[in-house]
């Protein structure tokens, strides 16, 4: 048996997260003094002690890694391991684009000493839309729930043959925005006006192009803003985009193209 001391050294783990594991039942003792409130670790519990400390390296919570624990379908535990895996995946191309973004921003700033000079690589013009026909579902989502919203569609197009362009886009109705839930319409252009849920009116638009990560897009939304309170306009509809070169095109994601539109009048 290892008093708690002991296990603290063993594992490399603090005394105070040890007491913090009994108190949520994670990692009890093996033997608690009744007189003395002492508490010791047996030496088969290493083994579950060094497994806990390699899941929270793998980025699981202490709420996830209890059921894991007590976990017996081999298939569950290596599905769960491999959807983790996916997940960091996923955040180390966020943070690899995130440095290869502060990079270029820190270039700006060293040449032009002015902080937000990256706003300035937006070009915003005036542009008359033509009206086109979409098929589209609008719900209340999260911008997580974009992909399976596009998932559907394609679905739909294919189980009922019907025939559409390769053009996606997203138009947001509510009056802020909010990610994790907003009123958006997702949508695909279609070829045949009469296989189209509705009709996305024409008309003036001020719009730019944003390129990279959609993470990025609000700044492509301030620059058109920005460009309409000073030239004169005013917004007369809900602003849409429009996906011109994604992940699916196998080009790096510096050069994804997301059109940007602002519906807009003489003000």
């Known amino acids: ?48 002690m060094l497994l806990i400390q390699r899941l929270k390296r793998y980025g699981f919570s202490l709420a996830d890694i209890g059921p894991l624990l007590e976990e017996t379908d081999e298939r569950v535990l290596f599905l769960k391991l491999k959807r983790q895996r996916l997940a960091l ?65 394609f679905q739909r197009v294919i189980s009922e043959k019907l025939e559409a362009d390769s053009q996606t886009l997203a138009v947001y109705h509510d009056e802020e925005f909010n990610q994790e839930c907003s009123d958006v319409e997702i949508g695909l252009v279609m070829k045949k006006e009469e296989q189209a849920t509705r009709i996305l009116e024409g ?10 990560r959609y993470s990025g897009l609000s700044d492509g939304y301030a620059a058109v803003v920005k460009w309409i309170q000073e030239n004169g306009y005013r917004i007369c509809g809900a602003p849409y985009e429009f996906y011109v070169k994604t992940a699916f095109d196998k080009i790096p994601v510096e050069e994804w193209e997301t059109k940007i539109y602002f519906p807009v009048e003489k003000a």
Not at 5 to 23: A, E, P
Not at 25 to 33: A, I, S
Not at 127 to 136: D, K, T
Request: with cysteine; net charge negative.
């Open 1 to 48: 048996m290892f008093s708690i001391g002991d296990f603290s050294k063993i594992c490399m783990v603090s005394v105070k997260t040890l007491r913090h594991y009994d108190k949520i039942g994670l990692m009890r003792p093996k033997f608690t003094d009744p007189f003395t409130g002492y508490r010791y670790y047996s030496e088969e519990q290493l083994s579950r």
């Open 89 to 153: 995946a996923e955040r180390r191309a966020e943070i690899s684009s995130a440095i290869d973004e502060l990079t270029r921003h820190l270039q700006d700033f060293e040449r032009t000493g002015d902080i937000m000079s990256y706003q300035n690589k937006y070009v915003v013009t005036l542009e008359e839309r033509e009206a086109v026909p979409i098929l589209s579902e609008r719900e209340r989502i999260s911008v997580a729930d974009f992909g399976g919203q596009y998932e559907k569609l």
């Open 203 to 212: 008309g003036l638009c001020a719009s730019t192009i944003h390129y990279g």
